[in-house]
């Protein structure tokens, strides 16, 4: 089973996982495309299917590159290793991973000054206004997108069975982050309207954002 999921090929994590450990892929590709496309969540013009072909330059680029480094050398050796549907599993997982940090406001230091005071939920999903999460529920976001149950009443989130190893650590440092208070507002056995209608913003937002 692949950190990334259950139906993730082996080459397809393989490459992923070189991919997000090269400072150079990084620095040359990775970067630049995280800078365009929150830039484009905060004009509210995002598309997944557009963004999963940036990813795809990238998975061609970290193809070749693991190939030269590991590979025999022999022509077109990187793309018989790396075939069009595993390059296409990686820019999926490296969108997924992007949208999470993005909706959390992890990519907000990368915007043009004009949107410096975007927030996550303004704009990502077309640009219409919700309500401007705060720093627990944009947590709490995070948490929900990677797959997580909060039972009503319970201080401790539920991770489900299909969530991997890396989400479910992924998980666990969001959950650390979040402020005791309300942790302990979770944790109530009735939740007031407010925390209701900002779960249903959060898991609309999310719905959107992957559409």
Do not use: C
């Not at 915007?111 to 206004?129: F, I, M, R, T």
């Not at 201080?155 to 650390?176: F, R």
């Not at 007031?192 to 559409?211: G, P, T």
């Amino acid at each position: 089973m692949s950190i990334y999921g259950d139906n993730v090929s082996h080459e397809a994590t393989e490459l992923t996982l070189f991919i997000e450990n090269d400072a150079d892929l990084y620095r040359q590709q990775m970067q630049p495309i995280q800078k365009n496309l929150v830039t484009k969540l905060a004009r509210g013009i995002y598309s997944k299917a557009k963004a999963e072909k940036a990813w795809m330059y990238l998975a061609e680029s970290g193809a070749k590159k693991y190939v030269k480094e590991f590979g025999s050398g022999g022509e077109g050796e990187w793309h018989r290793m790396f075939p069009v549907s595993v390059r296409k599993e990686v820019a999926h997982i490296l969108n997924e991973s992007f949208l999470v940090e993005a909706l959390l406001g992890n990519y907000n230091r990368y915007l043009p000054k004009k949107y410096a005071n975007w927030k996550p939920s303004e704009g990502a999903v077309g640009g219409k206004k919700r309500h401007a999460l705060g720093k627990d529920e944009k947590l709490l976001a995070g948490m929900r997108g990677l797959g997580v149950k909060w039972k009503q009443g319970r201080a401790i989130p539920t991770y489900t069975a299909k969530m991997t190893v890396a989400q479910k650590a992924k998980a666990d440092k969001l959950y650390d982050k979040m402020s005791e208070g309300f942790v302990d507002k979770m944790g109530e056995a009735r939740k007031s309207a407010r925390l209701r209608k900002l779960e249903a913003e959060v898991r609309d937002l999310l719905n959107k954002a992957h559409q």
